[in-house]
């Protein structure tokens, strides 16, 4: 059963977080303004045949130049608080050296528009636009990249400290690795397969390298990762199956959040470790720095994985370019599993089931694995649907009633409040927070726009902005919470 705005705002505890989540590659544009440096998603981005419907974002939402608009939007929904983050290259073109003074100008002045307007600031460090030459030098393989963006850090709080509330180091280590290093659908787009494990420990260094930088430069805002979860399940019985599931389990979820939570990488079945070998000559060091203490963490849940045997998918069937094989490997090398589908399960524009009961159960899967968990913001969760413009007869005006992605949301955060009160599964969990990805309709990665989970609808063409009847909903859900302090949140 539907779920309304008002018994959900009823729901909220006093003081929780209402957001929306947006990055910089995705709605920026103005790749070349102002003394931009291209990215490795530039690059990837104009090699043919890696984006399903051939763009790019060089363009985007032109929110660099439509930043003001764009905060009006935010503030007419009424939330506490905006989840951005900051393009490297438009800071430091070479990725290291050399700061671009008119690239911090844009966020100074976004971070005192959102100030102005009530609204608290999350900034995410690494949302993914690595600068160019960084990676022809490697990218995330390359452990030099770690150091570069703790310095990038470092960077980052000298110059917004002062006004960012809250800080996400890394948005989905996981996603990187594994859609980009491991299977190449993601820049810089050469798969690697196995080889991808030191990419992720060179991304959770840097996380560790960015979290000392903030702790260095005492910024009074709170400290964060944003890691997406994927509860896993077997497609059939049996061990060989079971096997599969757990490694998937380790490779998706654990592997980025045992470092960051346990100081540890996990320890696998004896018939699975000699695939993850690699993390037993990694310096205990390195685990210390990730291990460092966080102050809130970061959930980005979209839906469960269910694994079954044999070779097939291993990614949601838009994600993949045309011509891009099944499972994306060399010279004919087959995985023995593949990503099988979900039953009874109603799917989002992706193709990914929608599955609150799985939020509940990854928070729960989150809150036995990790004791010591922080307080946790939901930093991303919403959906992708076909929205379409009609024209609304008594007004005249277009309206985007995206019915579906009203349901997605209420049953999701439903379903998170509902976890983690208390005699929940989930009840050891302090729940702050949960940002809807995203705002506006934007550059959907290898799904270039062919993927819309904007909050409000966006016209490519003329670049018009059209509130959707999901904005109207999270308006009203920001409005009828019952009155409460006013401190930032
Ligand atoms: C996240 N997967 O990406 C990112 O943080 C966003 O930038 C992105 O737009 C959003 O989710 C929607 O895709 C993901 O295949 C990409 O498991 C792929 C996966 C998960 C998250």
Redesign the pocket.
Known sequence: MRIDAETLAGKLPGNFTLGVAT?AF?IEGAVSADGRGPSGWDAFTHMPGRIVDGSDADVACDHYYRMDEDVQLIQGLGVDSYRFSLSWPRIQPAGKGPVNRKGLDFYDRLLDRLLERGISPMCTIY?WDTPLPLERQGGWLNRETAYRLGDFAAIAADAFGDRVHRWVTI??PA?VTL?GYALGLHAPGVPQLLDCLPAAHHLLLGHGLSVQALRAATVPGEVGIAN?Y?PVVAATDGLANELMVQFYDIVFNAMFSDPVLLGSYPRAHPLLSPFLAYFRTVPAEDLALMHLPLDFYGL?Y?FPSRIAPGPGPL??PQ?RPEGVPEAFLQDGQQLPFHLAGWPGYDRTGFGWPIAPDYLAEALTQLARRYPDLPPVHIT?GGASFPDVVVEDVPTGGPVVADVQRVAYLGAHLDAALDATAPGGPAAGIDLRGYYV??LLDNF??AAGYSQR?GLVYVDFDTQQRIPKTSYRWLQSLAADRPSRSTAPR
């Open positions: 990055a995705q949302h948005n989905e996603t859609n997406v994927s980005n979209y990614t949601g994600a991303e990805w995203t959907e990665w989970f």
